[in-house]
């Protein structure tokens, strides 16, 4: 039993149709990039799967075994985030909050996992530095800890290198990688780069309006289009 | 200090001074706390929206002969809710809205004064604050309700935190934001009619925003902000009560005044710090 699939699953704002007929399926441990151009609902599509946003048309079907609060999700930056006043372990440990239910307070084992997080993601020497204060690349960091303290089954990106330079991209990268094939995570990230995403991916979805391609990253460097994709990315 | 805090315990010997000291400190703490939320969600002008629905809800109470609290304060929840919603509604433009809101509440309140008590004192209180004006009952609710804010506060602080940073990411991984949401604009709602009376109508909102635009200069985690807000709110309230005590000066604003000095203090030391870094 897969771990996500969508079936003919549309997706609209206000009843203009961003993005259609999607057909395909997450197993545990698949690490998957969803790739296309601006505007090809690639986000749309990630809302989705977080619930943000119900399709239009078609069903997405989660494994039993998944619940929303399960999954960890890494957002794109909002302005507001840039000046916010808070530690690096204040926001990790806020990934726990939604384990939490009504209660308040965090436990010892929330603080166990926190821990473990930051050992995972080389960040021990950032926790009581200020958000605000720290570079691009370790403010990715700190929120990709706090999506991994919030799951241990499924973890959603969306473009988590915008903004970073080359050398912190790569880093980036390994590090996701290393959390796929260390702890057995789902990957789902959306991504402009399609040279990493065929380096580093086990399964590419293609969009632009509909899909494009699904399948094994393996069958997609085989596939027109991908010759198409690359062409248009130059 | 010890001539200010002699003068400080001589207040108390009068009745209407106490009372407004133990409301005025109250509000002051659950603005100040609030505040830290409202200000880094951005949506400071809510607060100064509400203030003035407050005024206009007053201003009608007064004319109707009912009591003035208690007519506010459920208006101005519901206005909260409202000017809640207009925010999160992308469609309509959430400035242009509270303003919109705040003058129509202003026309309206100044209309039923003029049409009833005449233009006079009362309007003035209204817009500037009177710490004569609290009842005993009034002191009642206001002990209750600012309770029931800061239980509501720390019991929530850690989901008001992760609402305040990070709406989206909250509500993907299946946290109730809408419900936090609301009940940060309902405990604004409740704090800003509380302290209206005291404060005015158009100082109210300086309770919310300036403590915490004041930690954020120097503090650097959402705990320090939040603590060091609650100290300079009840600080920066002691010290403008006493200040208008001593040379009569209007209560609100010698509260405000206050305010602007440690806003002035702790951005100079923070102007300081980066020179030094430099």
């Given at each position: 039993?897969?771990?996500i699939?969508?079936?003919?699953?549309?997706?609209?704002?206000e009843?203009?149709?961003v993005?259609?007929?999607?057909?395909?399926?997450?197993?545990?441990?698949d690490y998957l990039?969803?790739?296309?151009e601006?505007?090809?609902?690639?986000?749309t599509?990630?809302?989705g799967?977080?619930?943000l946003?119900?399709?239009?048309?078609g069903?997405?079907?989660?494994?039993?075994?998944?619940?929303s609060?399960e999954?960890?999700y890494?957002?794109?930056?909002?302005?507001?985030?840039?000046d916010f006043?808070?530690?690096?372990y204040?926001?990790?440990?806020?990934?726990?909050?939604s384990?939490?239910?009504?209660?308040?307070?965090?436990?010892?084992?929330?603080?166990?996992?926190?821990?473990?997080n930051?050992?995972?993601?080389?960040?021990?020497?950032?926790?009581?530095?200020?958000?605000?204060e720290?570079?691009?690349?370790?403010?990715?960091r700190?929120?990709l800890a706090?999506?991994?303290?919030a799951?241990?089954?499924?973890?959603?990106?969306?473009?988590?290198t915008?903004?970073?330079?080359?050398?912190v991209?790569?880093?980036?990268?390994n590090?996701?990688?290393h959390?796929?094939?260390?702890t057995?995570?789902?990957?789902?990230?959306?991504s402009?780069?399609?040279?990493s995403?065929?380096?580093?991916?086990?399964h590419?979805?293609?969009?632009?309006?509909q899909?494009?391609?699904?399948?094994?990253?393996?069958?997609?460097?085989?596939?027109?289009?991908v010759?198409?994709?690359?062409?248009?990315?130059? | 200090?010890s001539?200010?805090?002699?003068?400080?315990?001589?207040?108390?010997?009068?009745g209407f001074?106490?009372k407004?000291?133990?409301?005025?400190?109250?509000?002051?703490l659950?603005?100040?706390?609030?505040g830290v939320?409202l200000v880094?969600?951005?949506?400071?002008?809510i607060?100064?929206g509400?203030?003035?629905?407050?005024?206009g809800?007053?201003a009608?109470?007064?004319a109707?002969n009912?009591?003035?609290?208690?007519?506010?304060?459920?208006?101005?929840?519901?206005?909260?809710?409202?000017l809640?919603?207009i925010?999160?509604?992308?469609?309509?433009?959430g400035?242009?809205?509270?303003?919109?809101?705040?003058?129509?509440?202003?026309?309206?309140?100044?209309?039923s004064?003029?049409?009833?008590?005449?233009?006079n004192?009362?309007?003035?209180?209204?817009?500037f604050?009177?710490?004569?004006?609290?009842?005993?009952?009034?002191?009642v609710l206001s002990?209750i309700?600012s309770?029931?804010?800061?239980?509501?506060?720390?019991?929530?602080y850690?989901?008001?935190?992760?609402v305040?940073?990070?709406?989206?990411?909250?509500?993907?991984?299946?946290?109730?934001t809408?419900i936090?949401?609301?009940?940060?604009?309902?405990l604004?709602?409740?704090?800003?009619?509380?302290?209206?009376?005291?404060?005015?109508a158009?100082l109210i909102?300086?309770l919310i925003?300036?403590?915490?635009?004041?930690?954020m200069r120097?503090?650097?985690t959402?705990?320090?902000?939040?603590?060091?807000?609650?100290?300079i709110?009840?600080?920066?309230?002691?010290?403008?009560?006493?200040a208008?005590y001593?040379y009569?000066?209007?209560?609100?604003?010698s509260?405000v005044?206050?305010?602007?000095?440690?806003?002035?203090?702790f951005?100079?030391?923070q102007f300081?710090?980066?020179?030094?870094?430099?």
């Amino acid at each position: 039993m897969p771990l996500i699939t969508c079936r003919d699953v549309s997706f609209a704002y206000e009843g203009n149709t961003v993005v259609e007929e999607l057909n395909f399926s997450v197993d545990s441990g698949d690490y998957l990039c969803v790739v296309g151009e601006n505007g090809s609902g690639k986000s749309t599509l990630i809302k989705g799967l977080l619930g943000l946003k119900s399709p239009s048309k078609g069903k997405i079907s989660m494994d039993e075994n998944l619940k929303s609060n399960e999954i960890g999700y890494l957002p794109q930056q909002t302005a507001a985030q840039k000046d916010f006043p808070a530690s690096a372990y204040e926001i990790v440990i806020s990934g726990r909050l939604s384990t939490r239910g009504i209660r308040p307070f965090y436990t010892k084992e929330d603080k166990q996992i926190v821990e473990k997080n930051i050992a995972l993601l080389g960040i021990d020497n950032l926790r009581n530095r200020c958000y605000r204060e720290l570079s691009g690349g370790q403010q990715q960091r700190v929120l990709l800890a706090r999506a991994l303290c919030a799951t241990k089954k499924l973890l959603l990106l969306d473009e988590p290198t915008a903004g970073l330079d080359p050398m912190v991209t790569v880093e980036l990268y390994n590090q996701i990688e290393h959390i796929n094939k260390e702890t057995g995570l789902t990957i789902i990230m959306v991504s402009h780069d399609i040279e990493s995403s065929l380096k580093y991916s086990s399964h590419i979805l293609q969009l632009k309006k509909q899909q494009l391609f699904f399948g094994t990253t393996d069958d997609y460097k085989q596939s027109d289009e991908v010759n198409r994709f690359w062409e248009v990315s130059r | 200090m010890s001539d200010f805090i002699a003068k400080f315990m001589e207040m108390f010997s009068y009745g209407f001074m106490a009372k407004a000291i133990i409301v005025g400190l109250l509000v002051s703490l659950c603005a100040s706390l609030l505040g830290v939320s409202l200000v880094l969600k951005r949506y400071s002008m809510i607060g100064d929206g509400l203030s003035h629905v407050g005024f206009g809800a007053m201003a009608v109470a007064t004319a109707l002969n009912a009591a003035p609290m208690t007519v506010s304060l459920p208006v101005v929840i519901l206005a909260a809710f409202l000017l809640l919603r207009i925010s999160e509604n992308s469609k309509i433009k959430g400035d242009a809205a509270i303003a919109l809101i705040s003058t129509a509440s202003l026309a309206i309140g100044v209309i039923s004064i003029s049409l009833t008590t005449g233009m006079n004192t009362d309007v003035y209180n209204y817009m500037f604050g009177s710490i004569l004006s609290m009842s005993d009952s009034d002191v009642v609710l206001s002990v209750i309700l600012s309770i029931v804010v800061l239980i509501l506060f720390i019991f929530f602080y850690n989901k008001i935190f992760a609402v305040t940073f990070d709406e989206t990411f909250a509500r993907a991984t299946g946290t109730h934001t809408t419900i936090y949401n609301m009940m940060i604009a309902f405990l604004t709602a409740i704090t800003i009619v509380l302290g209206m009376r005291m404060m005015g109508a158009l100082l109210i909102s300086s309770l919310i925003i300036f403590p915490a635009l004041t930690s954020m200069r120097l503090c650097k985690t959402f705990k320090s902000v939040t603590i060091s807000s609650a100290i300079i709110s009840l600080l920066c309230f002691s010290v403008g009560i006493t200040a208008s005590y001593l040379y009569a000066t209007p209560t609100g604003a010698s509260v405000v005044v206050a305010n602007i000095l440690v806003f002035i203090f702790f951005w100079l030391i923070q102007f300081i710090k980066e020179k030094k870094a430099v």
